[in-house]
């Protein structure tokens, strides 16, 4: 039997297959194109044309205009250049020096907000509700003075809550605070246009969408006064020195644009897989615990918990139960899915650990079928029939 094929691949959240349009582009890119693009010859310009060609069709993609679109290599650094670039330059030039960031925040934003307190800014972390979703009013409550910059998340990695952007944007739009915005999880996921979002910073990453690792943007609002990590050239407008790489830029472009412009179809087609594997779980484990507000969640994450006083398993054996069935899902966020720690945006939500940890979540893409989440769903409720005390 080919071991490949009777794999199924529910972990979408955490990487996606390259689309096969967007390695033909890396492929074609990498080999013909390789000029500097500050290079002033033809081979120059021609890898020139393909930069800006690129960050034209991100930003025609998401609402933004090109100028504001600021390559990084991924996620991570997107969101670090978001919080400790405002940070920076917010102290340097006014003297404020607190930050806001919700508690369901990827590593990524509360890592960075930890090294920021660690010299000497003030983080205020919001507290979250049982549902999963952020109360504009609770980040309203954090607001001080000094306060230069709030960071909520889009859609949570995790469970795959929507956050109220809009409305905690416009508070602190009010207040003439930044506002960031992780929008990793929510490309190719919601409709979005950065134009009328009152939004000043958002991070993108391309491995979510069937792009390439290794490459993500700030859209940074023009007017948005932060400082610059990486520094020599003046690549990227002087917000990122250094050779940009065209290859993985033009996979980017194109990877946006297909999950941009696909949204509702993919959106229809996870729904209808998340009922069925709702409807199935829990019809056969009764007392299963769907994590977050669906009514407020991207259908392409599910994230289920079973009572850790109630099973005998725990979240690893759980996990690794599923693999050795070939079903590939995670126990929360994929970059704490090495180790099996219990949840921190469960936690966040008062979950207790013995919850947190017996936590798996099915995240879907446009590929995955009726029949992948059945056998799915059935191997779950195997599992957990027989771990059942
Ligand atoms: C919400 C969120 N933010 C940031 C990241 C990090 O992105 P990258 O892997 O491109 O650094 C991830 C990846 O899992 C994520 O889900």
Redesign the pocket.
């Known amino acids: 039997m080919d071991h490949k094929r009777t794999r199924i691949y529910l972990d979408y959240?955490?990487a996606t297959p390259v689309h096969p349009e967007v390695a033909a582009i890396m492929q074609a890119y990498s080999s013909q194109v390789f000029g500097n693009p500050s290079s002033v010859h033809s081979f120059g310009r021609e890898a020139k044309t393909v930069l800006e060609e690129s960050r034209e069709s991100i930003a025609r993609s998401i609402g933004a205009d090109p100028g504001e679109v600021c390559f990084t290599?991924?996620?991570?650094?997107a969101?670090n250049h978001a919080l400790v670039g405002t940070a920076f330059a917010s102290r340097r030039k006014t003297g404020k020096s607190h930050l806001i960031v919700s508690s369901i925040e990827?590593h990524?934003?509360l890592g960075c907000a930890e090294y920021l307190a660690s010299l000497g800014f003030t983080v205020s972390v919001v507290p979250i509700g049982g549902n999963g979703v952020v109360d504009p009013t609770d980040v309203v409550r954090c607001i001080t003075p000094d306060t230069c910059l709030i960071s909520v998340?889009h859609?949570?990695?995790e469970i795959g809550t929507v956050q109220p952007i809009e409305a905690i944007g416009s508070a602190a739009r009010e207040r003439g605070i930044i506002f960031h915005t992780?929008a990793?999880?929510a490309i190719g996921k919601i409709r979005l246009s950065f134009r009328s979002l009152p939004v000043d910073l958002l991070?993108m990453?391309?491995?979510?969408i069937q792009g390439p690792?290794g490459i993500?943007a700030l859209v940074i609002r023009r007017g948005t006064d932060l400082d610059a990590l990486i520094h020599g050239g003046s690549q990227e407008r002087k917000q990122r020195a250094g050779t940009e790489n065209i290859p993985l830029i033009a996979g980017f472009a194109r990877a946006v644009t297909q999950a941009m412009s696909d949204v509702e179809a993919s959106m229809r087609h996870a729904s209808e897989l998340n009922e069925i594997l709702i409807r199935k779980i829990q019809t056969a484990v009764g007392d299963v615990i769907v994590n977050g507000d669906r009514e407020h969640a991207v259908p392409s994450i599910l994230s289920v918990s079973l009572d850790g006083g109630r099973y005998a398993i725990d979240g690893e054996t759980l996990l690794i139960n599923m693999d050795l069935r070939g079903i590939a899902v995670s126990s929360g966020?994929?970059?704490t899915s090495g180790s099996v720690q219990p949840s921190h945006v469960l936690q966040a939500m008062g979950r207790e650990s013995r919850n947190a940890s017996l936590t798996i979540r099915f995240s879907l893409g446009n590929q995955t079928t009726h029949e992948e989440v059945e056998t799915a769903a059935d191997a779950f409720i195997d599992i957990a029939l027989n771990a059942a005390r």
Do not use: F, L
């Not at 290599?73 to 650094?77: K, R």
């Open positions: 959240a955490a290599s991924g996620g991570t650094e969101d990827h990524a934003v998340m859609v949570n990695n992780d990793v999880q991070s990453t391309a491995h979510k690792k993500g966020s994929a970059c």
